[in-house]
């Protein structure tokens, strides 16, 4: 049994909104993978919950009129990865979130909580920023749609509104089209580990496949909140690919990251992983690109 | 607020079923406590150990942190349905038998249940792909090895393949 004060069930969307409304006090609850696990810690202990888990009209990936992918916030990490628009478009965003938690939780944890909990080390959450992902917030006074970057204020603290709950990931047409991208998830250990440095970089070579025309570097554990290395791409953009461009990029990104020592890295040793996976990171998304060192 | 309960109707092991359950209920504590599904362990009881794990709708989940009143509708398969018409185990338990894939016991029945969705996906997979899809579980005993070898021999086999040499 779990410690709840009350439990509320959204039928439909607007059913949800009006529970918030009715109860702003209820913590949300998608997948549970986070939420009942802090219940259980006593963290969330006695809580009210409104649950929206049973809305299945907000699971699925599609190709919306704008021609977005839109990935529903409660599909689930394993339905991202088998996914095949993920596949074809955005391969780096299923084998990302194919590296959260073990089988059974990536069958329960969606994308919506996993960005939802303003986690730093959310394993979508570097490649959602590196996408230049859209967040779509729907509530009583309609649909909000802002940048990922905007979505997140602090470590733990998203721009959820009263009301408010989200309905969707998008990744507009302009962020995915010609765009290659690896992610890598630095751990103690392959299973049930949290990150402690994820790096996503990808890249949009000129048409020779000679130039970089596009570098977007995001990473996760790299401060409080998942963040874009804007140094280290206006360095990148528009030289040349070539190993010493490649060097010099991995060695930019310390201009912009601001690692922290916790019990589970000090900050030399994250600094020291993040060049090393801006590096790897680079060259693979090359490779994928089409593009030859 | 008093006591909330909810109904739930779902299929359990290839029967329908109906139940008024507590809110505040794991899927764990239905199963075992209004059904007496005992195969469905409490182990960590925060989805790391993967002692609980059952199938719902064919994707294996930890029953731990999965609410009982999100059942409604779906179709739930714990160990006991793979019992035999006469108590005959099937061919995954006889093979962790046969393994010694088993000391304790206690993590037993979520393995065989995560390899049960392995093996009814009809995929040959590699060794290091056994070993990511049965990540999600904790075994103290016997150090994976011999679990491994088990699942893997029952693929061969249903598929009716030569298991390469190791």
Redesign the interface.
């Known amino acids: ?7 509320y ?1 959204s039928e439909s969307v607007q059913h949800a909104i009006e529970l918030r409304l009715a109860h702003p006090e209820a913590h949300i ?1 998608a997948g ?2 986070d939420v ?2 802090q219940m ?2 006593g963290k969330r202990a006695g809580v009210e919950l409104i ?1 929206i ?2 809305l299945d009209e907000l699971r699925g990936v599609t190709i919306d009129e704008e021609e977005n992918i839109r990935i529903g916030s409660l599909t689930s990490f ?1 339905h991202i990865t088998k996914n095949p628009i993920i596949q074809q478009y955005i391969n780096v965003l299923g084998e990302a979130v194919d590296q959260v ?5 990536r ?2 944890g969606t994308i919506g909580g996993n960005t939802c909990n303003g986690v730093t080390s959310a394993d979508s959450a570097s490649t959602l920023h590196a996408w230049e992902a859209i967040v779509e917030l729907t509530g009583p006074k309609g649909v909000r749609r802002i940048p990922i970057k905007d979505f997140y204020l602090k470590a733990k603290v998203v721009d959820i509104r009263e009301g408010e709950i989200q309905t969707a990931i998008l990744i507009p047409k302009a962020s995915y089209e010609n765009t290659y991208g690896y992610y890598i998830k630095y751990a103690m250990r ?3 580990d949290i990150a402690t440095n994820g790096c996503s970089v990808n890249v949009r070579l000129s048409e020779d496949k000679k130039t970089f025309d596009r570098v977007r570097v995001a990473y996760g554990v790299a401060g409080p909140v998942p963040m874009r290395c804007p140094n280290t791409e206006a360095f990148i953009n528009g030289k040349e690919v070539t190993m010493e461009n490649i060097e010099a990029f991995a060695q930019k990104v310390l201009e912009d990251i601001n690692p922290r020592d916790s019990w589970r890295a000090s900050k030399a040793l994250r600094q020291h992983v993040a060049v090393e996976s801006a590096k790897r990171c680079i060259i693979e998304s090359v490779k994928r690109a089409g593009g030859e060192l | ?1 008093g006591k ?1 309960y ?1 109904l739930v109707r779902y299929n359990l092991n290839g029967k329908d079923v109906e139940q008024m359950v ?5 899927l764990t ?1 239905m199963l075992r406590n209004d059904y007496r599904m005992t195969s469905v362990k409490k182990g960590c ?4 150990c ?1 002692a609980c ?1 059952v199938l719902i709708n064919g ?4 029953s731990c ?3 009982a ?2 059942a ?1 509708g779906k179709k739930i398969r714990t160990l006991e349905s793979l019992l035999g018409p006469n108590g005959e185990l099937a061919d995954i338990q006889q093979a962790f038998i046969d393994e010694a894939a088993i000391q304790c016991g206690f993590c037993t029945p979520g393995f065989i249940m ?1 390899s049960v969705e392995i093996l009814e996906s009809g995929k040959e997979y590699t060794d290091a792909e056994l070993r ?6 904790l075994c103290r005993c016997t150090g994976y090895e011999n679990i491994i070898r088990a699942v893997k021999k029952t693929m061969y086999k249903r598929l009716g393949k030569e298991m390469p040499q190791e």
């Open positions: 049994m779990y410690d709840m004060k009350a439990y069930e609850i549970g993978s009942l696990v259980r810690e649950s888990f049973m394993s938690g073990g089988p059974q939780i069958n329960i392959n299973a049930l | 607020m909330q909810k507590d809110v505040r209920a794991s504590d009881e925060v989805g790391e993967g794990t994707e294996a989940f930890n942190i999965y609410l009143v999100w409604d995560s990511k899809l049965l990540s999600g579980h």
